[in-house]
């Protein structure tokens, strides 16, 4: 596979060149951006998957839903819908996608929304007779005909941008430039314990501005795992087999955390769509033991046959150093920016 991704090197010569024209026509106004007056904040990556920005997303809800009306706007990846849809009753993983879902699940105080046109599904919102006073867009950095206010831009510890190449070389959609538009740019997945040391490598291998501030979160999993009425502390389960599964883009850290000798661990792609014959094959396999997966997979697999043996392992983004300087951050902006309407 490394071979082949260095043969196509000349490919990612050319995507590199049309993305960074692409760039600059939007940088000069020859292709439009629209901006809304409301708060808007753009969270997203330059590499394709992987990064985390379902708990960071999830942790910007927790601090701004309690003082604002917040609403989500998310490409909807793998859904079974088209164009503007606006979470309610009716809507499941597979019509609204499962990490949208997820949201409207644990949130059920937001606006939880998915359209591929950011501009139309923003212009939906406020239409909505009870409008959003803040909107999250997820996965939205590379998004430029809308101009969000402020810029977050996630990036792994152990798959700093600033390493990878363009596709199909590496693993970057655009440019190692395109950083420069982050207000904030976060180094996720680190380990518990990165020293300042490290932390200060790292801040000059990325090359941030001045004015660009640095974060630095792990995953902090929770020391229970949850089904729809009950849970179980992890430290209970012992040394008892079980069956973990896990649809996302990097599962490791999720397998490392839970697995003991006997365990059976199943990965499949991320956003994956469970087939009926894949979900009858895992309940064989699992033999009755408890299956535990990831929040995102639980969503997607949470009304099959597998609902009374089914539980799920939450994730949150915690910050290795300075989350009050973090968060006053994002409050200033939305605060600025909402008396500035």
């Given at each position: 596979?490394?071979?082949?991704?260095?043969?196509?090197?000349?490919?990612?010569?050319?995507?590199?060149?049309?993305?960074?024209?692409?760039?600059?026509?939007?940088?000069?106004?020859?292709?439009?951006?629209?901006?809304?007056?409301?708060?808007?904040?753009?969270?997203?990556?330059?590499?394709?998957?992987?990064?985390?920005?379902?708990?960071?997303?999830?942790?910007?809800?927790r601090l701004l839903s309690g003082k604002y009306r917040v609403a989500t706007l998310s490409r909807g990846y793998k859904r079974q819908s088209e164009g503007f849809l606006l979470a309610d009753a009716s809507v499941?993983?597979?019509?609204?996608?499962?990490?949208?879902?997820?949201?409207?699940?644990?949130?059920?105080?937001?606006?939880?929304?998915?359209?591929?046109?950011?501009?139309?599904?923003?212009?939906?919102?406020?239409?909505?007779?009870?409008?959003?006073?803040?909107?999250?867009?997820?996965?939205?950095?590379?998004?430029?005909?809308?101009?969000?206010?402020?810029?977050?831009?996630?990036?792994a510890y152990g798959d700093l941008y600033a390493n990878d190449f363009l596709l199909p070389t590496g693993n970057l959609r655009e440019s190692r430039s395109g950083a420069q538009r982050a207000a904030i740019v976060?180094?996720?997945?680190?380990?518990?314990?990165?020293?300042?040391?490290?932390?200060?490598?790292?801040?000059?291998?990325?090359?941030?501005?001045?004015?660009?501030?640095?974060?630095?979160?792990?995953?902090?999993?929770?020391?229970?795992?949850?089904?729809?009425?009950?849970?179980?502390?992890?430290?209970?389960l012992g040394n008892e087999s079980k069956l973990l599964l896990a649809g996302i883009a990097k599962p490791e850290p999720f397998f490392e955390y839970l697995k003991k000798e006997n365990d059976i661990c199943l990965?499949?792609?991320?956003?994956?769509?469970?087939?009926?014959?894949?979900?009858?094959?895992?309940?064989?396999?699992?033999?009755?033991?408890?299956?535990?997966?990831?929040?995102?997979?639980?969503?997607?697999?949470?009304?099959?046959?597998?609902?009374?043996?089914?539980?799920?392992?939450?994730?949150?983004?915690?910050?290795?150093?300075?989350?009050?300087?973090?968060?006053?951050?994002?409050?200033?902006?939305?605060?600025?920016?909402?008396?500035?309407?």
């Open positions: 596979m490394k071979l082949l991704r260095n043969l196509l090197f000349p490919f990612a010569v050319i995507y590199g060149v049309i993305t960074t024209i692409r760039n600059f026509l939007f940088d000069v106004g020859f292709l439009k951006s629209y901006a809304f007056p409301i708060p808007i904040i753009a969270v997203g990556n330059l590499s394709v998957g992987g990064t985390g920005k379902t708990p960071q997303i999830e942790y910007l809800i499941n993983a597979a019509i609204l996608g499962d990490e949208p879902f997820q949201f409207f699940q644990k949130f059920p105080a937001i606006q939880v929304a998915v359209d591929a046109n950011r501009k139309n599904g923003i212009e939906q919102l406020l239409s909505q007779k009870s409008t959003p006073e803040i909107i999250l867009l997820d996965d939205a950095y590379q998004h430029r005909k809308v101009k969000a206010g402020f810029y977050m831009l996630l990036t976060v180094v996720t997945k680190c380990p518990k314990n990165l020293s300042m040391a490290e932390q200060i490598s790292v801040k000059s291998r990325l090359k941030l501005a001045d004015n660009q501030q640095l974060y630095f979160t792990f995953v902090d999993y929770e020391d229970s795992i949850y089904a729809k009425d009950s849970k179980i502390e992890i430290i209970d990965t499949f792609p991320d956003h994956h769509n469970f087939s009926e014959s894949e979900i009858i094959a895992i309940q064989k396999q699992a033999k009755g033991r408890k299956i535990i997966t990831t929040e995102k997979d639980y969503v997607r697999l949470k009304d099959s046959i597998l609902f009374e043996q089914l539980y799920y392992l939450p994730i949150r983004s915690s910050f290795i150093n300075n989350e009050k300087e973090f968060d006053q951050t994002i409050l200033n902006y939305v605060g600025t920016s909402s008396r500035n309407r």
